[in-house]
């Protein structure tokens, strides 16, 4: 498993993120990525195109009901950052709240 936390939270120790990397692009995006399908994985694949390190954050469960309604997320948080970090093009993976 690429990401070093349990709790999905951005790890400064991860050796892609340390200040001697200082030199490359950092693409930060986020979203709710509930029931990841080929729509996510082709967004994420071009990200990692526009630079060298890829980090994700994945919307909180309450940040996704806030946002689609009381019966999102399908995934819990875990499930859904789990899913992503694993993912060929992704770095790293936080959950946002």
């Known amino acids: ?3 070093t936390t ?6 400064p120790e991860n050796e892609l993120l340390k200040s001697d990397k200082r030199d490359k692009v950092v693409v ?3 979203g709710c990525y509930d029931l990841l ?16 390190i890829l980090v994700v954050g994945v919307n909180s469960d309450e940040l996704v009901r806030s ?10 948080e875990n499930d859904r950052a789990f899913l992503v970090s ?8 936080f959950i946002k709240r």
């Open 1 to 3: 498993m690429k990401n």
């Open 6 to 11: 349990t709790k999905y939270e951005l790890d």
């Open 28 to 30: 930060l995006v986020s």
């Open 37 to 52: 399908h080929f729509g996510h994985v082709s967004f994420l694949n071009k990200c990692k195109e526009e630079g060298h």
């Open 67 to 76: 946002q689609k309604g009381k019966d999102r997320p399908i995934l819990p």
């Open 86 to 93: 694993n993912l060929k093009s992704v770095d790293n993976a």
